[in-house]
């Protein structure tokens, strides 16, 4: 069912540390997309799974790549080349255009979205075009009425109806992966979680550029 590059989204920037340490049990390449990384890093991070240097992106938020265009767009400068020109350029427009996820073969909703609007956002990542795609949905007792939202949202915008089917399998048949999963699951503790954001973001203060003169000033404030 799931084959080639994935995006799966979860409802908050500690579930999206928590499924990337679970998924790095099973040796799946993975990296995280979430707001607490800086736009370039998130640029960089689309780029890698772009050219398959990761296969699966755990997202904590649909509309991180949006918000990426605007801050880049943010990004200006006054045009002095021009006779006391007032006018702006758009610097990153370039780059801005051309941060896309490509070739997404599946997106699966780990946690439901809250709206059908950003249940639109997230699956029409995949399946552009002429190319095929998957969306796969988790959907616990609590979030019924979010799927029917989404279902009546869809059948009044398209028309029709059953638009979203229930995945039929055997869960006989997956006992033992079942178990295994849970084992793993339950071995991602809260203190893990935090760790892995520290980490995170700890590299990233590494690899500041404005931060790397100090660092070099102050070496002994580097290694705590």
């Excluded at 059948?155 to 084992?183: I, S, W």
């Excluded at 935090?194 to 404005?210: D, G, I």
Aim: with cysteine.
């Amino acid at each position: 069912l799931i084959r080639g590059k994935t995006l799966l989204f979860v409802s908050s920037v500690d579930r999206c540390y928590k499924l990337k340490l679970y998924l790095e049990q099973f040796m799946i390449p993975r990296c995280v997309l979430n707001r607490e990384l800086p736009v370039a890093t998130r640029l960089h991070t689309v780029s890698q799974f772009n050219k398959g240097v990761y296969s699966v992106i755990v997202a904590a938020d649909e509309k991180l790549l949006a918000e990426g265009r605007r801050s880049l767009r943010r990004v200006i400068r006054l045009d002095k080349d021009a006779e006391n020109s007032k006018r702006t350029k758009d610097k990153e427009s370039g780059v801005a255009r051309g941060i896309d996820f490509q070739f997404v073969a599946n997106v699966i909703n780990f946690d439901f979205p809250k709206d059908p609007d950003s249940y639109i956002h997230r699956v029409g990542r995949t399946a552009r075009g002429v190319q095929n795609g998957t969306a796969l949905s988790l959907i616990n007792s609590g979030e019924t009425q979010l799927l029917s939202d989404v279902e009546s949202h869809l059948t009044e915008v398209c028309g029709g109806e059953n638009h979203l089917k229930p995945y039929q399998f055997k869960m006989d048949e997956l006992d033992g992966f079942r178990y295994r999963a849970r084992d793993a699951w339950r071995s991602v503790t809260k203190i893990a979680v935090r760790e892995a954001r520290l980490k995170e973001l700890k590299l990233e203060m590494l690899n500041s550029q404005k931060l790397k003169a100090y660092f070099e000033d102050n070496p002994r404030d580097k290694q705590l």
